[in-house]
């Protein structure tokens, strides 16, 4: 029997990976395009990131879509982590069916419903639409994602270690916080990276639930394409992509460091004992 990859699975990745990257890697080079025009090459230049800093309301936008997302993130993972946590360790209980339902829900429902949705429940609320409004609307989906993130990695977890520190009498809370959650974090910062990023690139949600001073950068992006794509919404979408390349990969040196620490100590108490 042959083993090793085919012609087939080469080709099949190459065009796979091409579709997916092809789009951002000539949007990158035309970030340094001389000309005006995107669409025709005029020579290198990096005039078009001095413009950029020079252009307020971009800026503005992009300042306001990284803070959404990153306390949108921070947040949905401490609900999401909590929502795993009850859907793993707390067996069958009453409403167990809904509130499972409620996890799943919005993974499938589409944006505008959710949008619309969240909009009639802060119109009901008499609710100023704003910042706030769209961080709160970014959890409420982003934690979803995480919850199944997180439900994944403990479905493997070992509980007879959480026992065996509750036996030589560590309390219950500080084993989570010193014993499972070390070992579980790769799925928890995999959820957050993941919650970062659908809050960075959403624009249905927010557009149902933002308002003035509110402006996120795919929304900013979306007004402007309609006119035309100017250089400098090049410039922007690949510095924030460069952001999240580095991210990702600090967020994977990180999480491979862990658990070659926790395989070293590991090692460590069997050969003690």
């Known amino acids: 029997m042959r083993s090793g990859p085919t012609w087939f699975n080469v080709t099949s990745l190459v065009l796979g990976f091409t579709f997916l990257y092809l789009p951002i890697v000539i949007l990158v080079i035309f970030s340094f395009n001389e000309s005006r025009l995107v669409t025709v090459w005029g020579g290198f230049s990096t005039k078009w990131y001095v413009e950029l800093f020079k252009n307020k ?50 993974l499938v429902m589409p944006e505008v419903i959710l949008g619309l949705s969240l909009l009639l429940l802060f119109v009901a609320m ?33 509980k007879s270690i959480e026992e065996a520190a509750e036996d030589l009498g560590c309390p219950p809370v500080r084993s989570f916080f010193l014993i499972t959650l070390p070992i579980i974090f790769p799925g928890v910062l995999a959820g957050w990276m993941l919650a970062f990023t659908l809050s960075l690139d959403d624009l249905v949600i927010a557009s149902f639930t933002t308002g003035p001073g509110a402006t996120t950068l795919p929304m900013k992006i979306y007004s402007q394409v309609r006119l035309g794509v100017t250089p400098e919404i090049n410039a922007i979408c690949t510095i924030l992509v460069v952001l999240v390349t580095f991210g990702v990969i600090a967020a994977s040196l990180a999480s491979k460091r862990q658990e070659l620490q926790r395989a070293h100590d590991e090692r460590a108490a069997f050969g003690a004992n």
């Open 57 to 106: 309301q971009l800026l503005d936008a992009a300042w306001v879509t990284l803070k959404v997302a990153f306390l949108s993130a921070s947040i949905a993972t401490v609900l999401g982590t909590m929502a795993a946590l009850v859907l793993v360790r707390s067996g069958r209980f009453v409403g167990r069916s809904l509130f499972s339902g409620m996890i799943f829900a919005p």
């Open 126 to 158: 008499d609710q100023a639409r704003g910042f706030w409004t769209v961080m709160i609307a970014h959890t409420t989906f982003a934690m979803c994602y995480v919850a199944v993130v997180v439900q994944s990695r403990l479905v493997g977890f070992d």
